[in-house]
């Protein structure tokens, strides 16, 4: 028997070795040729092209040829969300991490669409990286030249890897072409990173935030924001912190670069105080992690449980420097595998709560045993004066000569319902915190109480 | 003010009669004869009216010439005993029966034979109506038995030594009211809703005002005309199966108990109208459904009197000694629902407590230890 678990267990530790291996490594086909217009030559040598760039970067390259997109996918109205559904559905992307982009190409009509999917893929192949895509290849689906066309993208995501590995960041249009570059950051729209509605920073706190956070932008080409209101349901009459920070966000128009509006935001509500972080997809996930965000919500939330506003926006701009340098060296603080679809903070033993679940038993068994006694004693004593004579009531017997029912009024109360951690998006622990997590059209990020 | 008693003999061989609670005839104790109540009673009324008639002659002859006469079955000389007490001769051995002026039913102390004082049930102390027992008296003892059964609290000394000192079959005065009742009453009420918007959870309340006015008609709500016996025990063994109301004969009385009111109708009155009135209440209330609050805001009630009537209903008295304390136990003597309160032992009490405590604890604590 004991033999029987032996084996057992070591084929289980294979498998799992073995499984481990596989997440990391490519080893599935990468273009698909399912209306079948490539040569085998001609497939092979561009799959294995494909194959060897991805693994190479950690980001799958994929192209799908399909007759119709109808039958493979129900995004009939959009190309670019078909190639979308087709990544997910078909469990395209590089590890857990699902990091990739592909070229969808409908050969039946020459449509075609790109689309990335994963942090490092959205990161690497983001709005304005998809922008700088050579148009030949539309040009030679156009003329079906399929080969040709695949060659050209593989060429084109060669590039940008090769971009990123050189100049430590993914490549974006505002930085590749200063003249065109309308950040907010040095444009009229918006000047400044820190807006304190509630007036909880003195004017020189505030200067030497602000002056911070310009610094950090700059350098990091993408905006840190600091927004502090007095209730948060004035922003779009908003019921959820987390809602009214995108709001501010995206309404604000905040955020470096024209098209990612790359950037992250601390957003505060004093009254019932509430914060929400948020950073956009692209750049912002792929330097701020669930894991990274949950770091640096840790910074900022111990200093402001002691009303120590200043401490806590320092550490949260510092920590913000810090994360976005790491994500710069191609080394976003993340755990481990982590695909940054959710975090789980690491879980201590909470042994200290078993002392008052214990109280509580107690306590409970004293109540509900006392009930239990008392109605045992109730039945020693039978005889009682009755109030009622219902047993004379004469059988149809009531009658009745008026029931109206009018109305008088009507009140309405609200009450703040105390935002728990979301199952799926994470929970809180023994030093840690308790926030939840949400998700916007341009970004996402935490919310939760200080 | 009565004077004479009665006991009901055999027609057949002159021994005393007892009312069968089982099969509610009178029965003779020597030969074993049954009558029914009618025919006792027909027998007795023309016994009496042959009494009246040599009783009225007596009386002239006594008018013209008082010294001469006395009989042993007038009022015994020298009147009342005692402020509150009669005696009476008995009719079959001549012995003295001293009794409350109340009593109507009992029997011979000597003898043991059934005596009627008849004139507590005559005039306008004569009840309207009388439910026999059904129950016997070994039915009551039985009963008391099961009484204890499944009371945990209950010092096993006293079931298991405790001595029934007493039982008593006794015919208890009631009063029946009829009567309609006026309900007039308001309430505030409200209904709520809630639902979530975002981070806030609504709720919105309507609140209403209802009116609600009828009329309650009740039938025969009984109140004791009994000083003696307790309210809380007279209240506590109802309902009667008032089916089983028979017009009053004193035939029913042989064997048992009875008193006659001590209480009269005008004074019991108020306890039947409170219960009237807080029913009325109820059946208002009832018909205020569909709202998550109800409460009243203001009440009216008048009573419109009806009907009262007067009857005797069967009450088995159990008592017990304990501890040198009385323990008092009734049993409705027609639907068997027995009453009284029991002494609870506070050891036992303690020792129930904790372990259900205790055991609760542990089942919580192994819950805990598996989570």
């Not at chain 1, 400044?192 to 509605?197: A, E, G, I, R």
């Not at chain 1, 792929?286 to 840790?298: I, K």
């Not at chain 2, 088995?316 to 304990?322: A, E, G, P, R």
Request: aromatic content about 12%; hydrophobic content about 35%.
């Amino acid at each position: 028997m004991k033999r029987l678990i032996c084996i057992l267990l070591t084929v289980v530790l294979f498998a799992g070795v073995f499984t481990v291996s596989a997440e990391n490594l490519m080893t599935s086909n990468c273009i698909y040729d399912v209306s079948d217009v490539l040569t085998q030559s001609d497939w092979e040598t561009l799959n294995s092209e494909s194959i060897e760039l991805s693994n190479k970067y950690r980001c799958g390259v994929y192209v799908v040829l399909i007759p119709y997109i109808s039958e493979y996918s129900t995004f009939t109205e959009s190309v670019e969300n078909a190639a979308q559904d087709i990544y997910v559905r078909n469990w395209l992307g590089y590890g857990t991490g699902y990091d990739g982009v592909v070229l969808l190409i409908e050969t039946s009509s020459g449509k075609c669409a790109l689309a990335s999917s994963g942090a490092r893929g959205r990161y690497i192949f983001n709005t304005d990286a998809l922008k700088q895509f050579d148009p030949s290849i539309v040009s030679d689906i156009n003329a079906s030249n399929y080969s040709g066309a695949i060659s050209l993208f593989i060429a084109e995501c060669r590039e940008l890897f090769e971009y990123e590995e050189k100049n430590g960041t993914a490549y974006l249009y505002n930085a590749a072409d200063p003249q065109n570059d309308d950040s907010n950051l040095s444009g009229d729209m918006l000047t400044d990173c820190v807006y304190d509605y509630a007036g909880i920073l003195t004017a020189d706190q505030k200067s030497m935030l602000e002056k911070t956070a310009k610094d950090i932008s700059e350098r990091h080409r993408f905006g840190v924001y600091i927004y502090i209101v007095d209730d948060f349901t004035d922003i779009n009459s908003s019921y959820d912190v987390g809602d009214a920070c995108e709001s501010v966000y995206v309404d604000n128009g905040f955020g470096y670069g024209s098209a990612n509006r790359d950037g992250i935001m601390l957003f505060m509500s004093m009254d019932e105080r509430d914060y929400a972080t948020y950073r956009t997809y692209g750049k912002g996930y792929y330097s701020f992690t669930e894991y990274g965000l949950y770091e640096l919500e840790e910074r900022f939330l111990n200093p402001f449980r002691r009303n120590d506003w200043y401490s806590g926006f320092q550490n949260y701009l510092n920590y913000c420097d810090y994360l976005l340098d790491l994500a710069e060296k191609g080394t976003p603080l993340d755990y481990g595998d982590d695909d940054d679809g959710g975090y789980y903070p690491p879980v201590t033993p909470e042994r200290e709560s078993y002392g008052p679940l214990y109280i509580t038993t107690g306590v409970f068994s004293v109540i509900i045993s006392l009930v239990i006694c008392l109605i045992l004693r109730a039945r020693m004593k039978t005889a009682q004066v009755k109030t009622q004579a219902n047993d004379y009531i004469i059988r149809n017997g009531i009658r009745m000569h008026d029931t109206r029912d009018i109305f008088t009024h009507s009140t309405e109360s609200r009450t703040r319902i105390d935002t728990e951690p979301r199952s799926s998006g994470g929970h809180s622990s023994g030093g840690g915190h308790s926030y939840s997590s949400f998700s916007g059209s341009h970004g996402g990020g935490h919310s939760g109480k200080f | 003010m009565p004077t004479q008693v009665t006991n009901y003999q055999c027609p057949s061989c002159g021994g005393p009669l007892r009312f069968s609670s089982e099969k509610q005839m009178l029965v003779c104790d020597y030969c074993g004869t049954e009558f029914t109540t009618k025919q006792i009673e027909d027998f007795y009324a023309a016994k009496d009216a042959a009494a009246a008639q040599a009783h009225s002659a007596l009386e002239q002859k006594l008018d013209s010439n008082p010294e001469e006469i006395r009989t042993e079955w007038e009022y015994t000389a020298g009147g009342e005993w005692t402020e509150n007490m009669r005696a009476y001769s008995c009719p079959s051995c001549g012995a003295q029966i001293i009794c409350d002026e109340n009593t109507a039913a009992t029997s011979c102390p000597y003898c043991g034979n059934p005596s009627i004082v008849a004139g507590n049930f005559t005039g306008g102390l004569k009840p309207d109506y009388c439910i026999p027992f059904k129950l016997n008296k070994e039915q009551a003892v039985q009963a008391l038995k099961d009484y204890y059964r499944g009371k945990v609290f209950l010092p096993k000394a006293f079931s298991n030594n405790n001595h029934i000192e007493e039982i008593k079959g006794v015919y208890v005065p009631f009063w029946l009211y009829d009567g309609n009742m006026d309900a007039d009453v308001s309430y505030y009420a409200s209904r709520s809703r809630t639902w979530t918007e975002g981070n806030y959870r609504v709720t919105r309340t309507d609140h209403y005002k209802l009116i609600r006015s009828g009329n309650v008609a009740f039938q025969r709500i009984p109140v004791d005309g009994s000083s003696k016996m307790p309210d809380e025990h007279m209240d506590a063994i109802e309902p009667f199966d008032y089916s089983e109301l028979k017009p009053f004969s004193t035939a029913y009385m042989p064997g048992f108990l009875a008193d006659r009111y001590d209480v009269d109708s005008k004074d019991s009155r108020p306890r039947a109208v409170g219960r009237a009135e807080r029913s009325s209440l109820n059946a208002m209330t009832a018909t205020t459904g569909g709202y998550d609050s109800v409460t009243v805001a203001s009440s009216r009630f008048v009573p419109h009197n009806g009907q009262v009537r007067y009857a005797l209903l069967p009450v088995w008295v159990l008592n017990t000694k304990w501890n040198g304390e009385n323990y008092l136990f009734t049993m409705n003597g027609q639907t068997g629902k027995l009453v009284g309160n029991l002494p609870v032992s506070t050891g036992r009490f303690i020792a129930m407590f904790l372990g259900i405590a205790a055991a609760l604890f542990a089942l919580g604590s192994a819950m805990i230890a598996f989570m």
